[in-house]
């Protein structure tokens, strides 16, 4: 469920479109957030009927980006890895290894103690900084595993 | 034009030509798995790379438009090396379960592999699985996507062209899965063009899930017998038994698609309850007989009757030259004049209508009709009645500036590519059209002239409760377009009224030098043909001249007054459509002698004292013309069971019994005499559908038949339509469900499984107000009728209007009408 907030919040961004199913990022985006990180099936339904459009166009979009979780839930802490091309010539398979190895988790798994989520994701646009990574909403570049480490501590 | 060479040929083509379908006019195939020329181009699938000198990467021919002096390669050893490529990454996670697919035998992905493929696959990797079980998404529809190529053809043509839209490519890449919202089960049109369309086994048919290999069916190419679109169809039999129906691509104005009746209604014919014997009533009972004593029977009971004391009602599904025989039969050997095609609408209703739409004057092509500036779309249901009619429309004017103006009391899916809707009154057709015509007057009127006409306008907005505004824009998208098509529903026959704001606002159109096409558009598959061979108490053959006669209503008048003293139903099922209880039934109990030819045991047929068993479609030879005026052949793929005989040796045979030379023997001989006595089907030819329409695409303009030599149709006025004084809340139409046509398709075992039982739909507002919810059983009562049926809500239907479709047995929506009554009130209470 939507709550009023969000729903007004999706209102308020239809205002920078021409079409209404334009806004259909910026719905996901406010759902997901309000829902800590991931969208659930209800969720899509009413952001589909706010915008006028089939539940399943919702779903095709939030499902081709790796930023959309859908159904999945997620650790407070949601370590994104980029493995594109720039990561993974910069060591990004390493980094994953890495993160496996400390958390004790494979890659789309979450720590049993609900702490953090690791997955790996599609370029974030920050290859010159490579290998890099997204917590949450933040970015944590020209990683290294002393850095990682540091960071895991860090991680409440 | 742009000249281009293609694999060294030099050819002209026209500007923004695609290289694929350049190459294809050069005689070259290039292999497409996502290329569908009716949908978006999206280059996905990019099996059709070809080589273009100058450029260093391939690109995708199916998107690539050609440019003058471009030189492309379709067949270089890079773009062979290439096609194998991307065969051999499809295959990398493809299912290879062929042995158990249905699809195995006729599918694309096979056969390009056959042929352009790898001979060895490089990947060992474990293949990626979507899901490991087949799932089900619909009654009709069941899923493989491990199968999938990503072409994404099944979620375009569900948007594009269905306008469902409830199919969704999720995922990306290789992971990308075309499915539904979480995969679950679809509330959708079940029309199934997401099977046609799918190159493999992805999606495919529940009903005739491994039922049968390709190689081992036999099939004809037919013509649907459900509403009178006239969509090509193959049908395909195993032993006997029909299997399945499928379109074809570039084939028919529907090309590949069809709706759900047309795809899964088709087994009406395999349904045991078929009458397979002739049945003669004695002491009470009907009892089977040979067919000479059946005919012999006929012939003692009629022989020595009055002409004019013996009735004819033939359907609207026989072929044309069945129809063409049987009122030749009853005119010319019997003497009767009375002679019908429909027990819903009255004689004088079709003659108006085939005036005003113009019937007379020769085919109308759908696709003219799409070619106009402006289409105004009333009198009908087109999503439910005309489903691939709305599929053009929709796909048409996506592609083109076109205004497209939906008049209608009911919302329907079409309304979404509508530039206008009118939501106007049931049965106010007229009044749509007069103000429209009032309207288009308006700037030529002088000043004294203006009042009245202001008072008629408002007395006319009134009556169709469509606002001001919303018609003086569509008189102005009207006075500004220079090309007009009006397509025209059975509304118009079930409220005749309307028949002559038709013929005004056509003929005013016409007087102000625009180009006016009118399209009837009809619900059983061959009531226009009915109507062209003659079988109307009101005309003969071609719309000529001819002994006027009594119609349904007229004949049942007479039955119940005793003066009928024999009636002929061919196929008809008078009783469970006639308005009224029991009013029919009654009528043709008193009929003295009541032959019923049909292939099930209808209401009417119960009451015969002679039941002939007659074919299906699928059993016969003939032509059909559809709403368009298109004649198009229909052949046989099985024998009719039993002892049932095709309608047309029935007929000819009580015809012998009286007259040794009656005929023509065989029905391309029928046709032929009907090439010679109607001058309009002059050209027809059985030949017309066998090619393949490359020339001129879906639209076969030598199909469609000539303008008639004088019809003798006039545009005549009506009473309004009244409409019951009870008070009840609601305003009871009718016509036909998306699943069903008439009452055959409630013998289709697989139409059944889509809906079964008889739903009311009202506009959403109305539940609300209620309390009442979709999905919801509720009592609908009527003035002399209530029955118990599931509620549906429809968001934008105008408020106070309840559509029950006329199909079903269970809440037969006759009874809700009175003869000679005024359209029906009804309430709609929650069953507790």
Partial sequence: ?156 | MVTVKINGKEITVEDNTLILDAARDAGYEIPTFCYQADLMGIGSCRMCLVEIEGQKKLQPSCVTPVLHGMSINTDSGTVQTARAGVLEFLLANHAMDCPVCDKGGECELQDMVHKHGPHKGRHAEPKFKFHDKDYVLSPVIIKNSNRCVQCMKCVRVCREVVGQNVLGALGRGDHQEPTSFFRAFMNCEMDGNCIEVCPVGCFMRLPYRYKSRPWDLKSSDTICPYCATGCRMVIEERAGTLMRAKAQLGVGLNSETLCARGRFGQDFVNNPERINQPLVRRYGKLEPVTWEEAISHIKENLTALDGDKIGGIASPRLTNEELYLFQKLMREVLGSPNIDSSSRFSPDAVEGFVAATGMGEGGVSVYDCMEADTVLIIGTHLSDENPVIDYIVRRISASRRMNVIIASPRAMKLDSSANIVLRHNVASENAVLTSLVIGLNEGKLADTLKGMHEAQLDANLKASGVSADLISTVVNRLAASSSIAIIAGTDFLRYPEGISGLGLLKDLLKSRGKKVTVMPVLDRANQRGAWEMGVHPGFGPGYSETRKGLGTEGMLDAAMKGELEALYVVGSDVASMYPGDDFARTALSKVGFLIVQDMFMTETARQAHVVLPGAAHAEKDGTYTNQEGRAQVIKKLLTAPGRAKQDINIIRAIGESFDRSFGPKHFALVLDEIRKEVPSYADVSLSFNNKRNTDNKLDNRGALVKAAAAPAVKVKSFNPASVETSGARFILTTGNHLFHSGRSSMKSETLLGLLKGAVVEISEEDAASLGLKSGEKVRVKGANFEAQMTLLTKKGTKSGVAFIAENFDDAPVNRYFRRGGGIPRVDIIKTI
Avoid: W
């Fill in chain 1, 1 to 156: 469920m939507l709550s009023e907030q969000a729903k007004q919040e999706i209102l308020a961004s239809l205002k920078k479109y021409h079409d209404k199913r334009s806004a259909v990022m910026d719905a996901v985006r406010i759902a997901q957030k309000e829902n800590g990180g991931h969208v659930v099936k209800r969720d899509m339904e009413e952001i589909a009927e706010i915008l006028e459009m089939q539940p399943v166009e919702v779903n095709a979009a939030a499902a081709f980006y790796t930023m959309y979780r859908i159904d999945k839930p997620v650790g407070r802490h949601h370590i994104q890895v980029c493995r594109n091309i720039s990561c993974s010539l910069m060591g990004a398979e390493h980094i994953i290894k890495h993160l496996e190895r400390s958390l004790g988790i494979k890659t789309g798994e979450t720590t049993t103690d609900h702490r953090i989520t690791l997955s790996t994701v599609e370029c974030l646009g920050s290859c010159g900084t490579a290998p890099m990574m997204q917590v949450n909403d933040e970015y944590y570049e020209n990683l290294t595993e002393a850095k990682i480490d540091e960071l895991l501590k860090k991680m409440a």
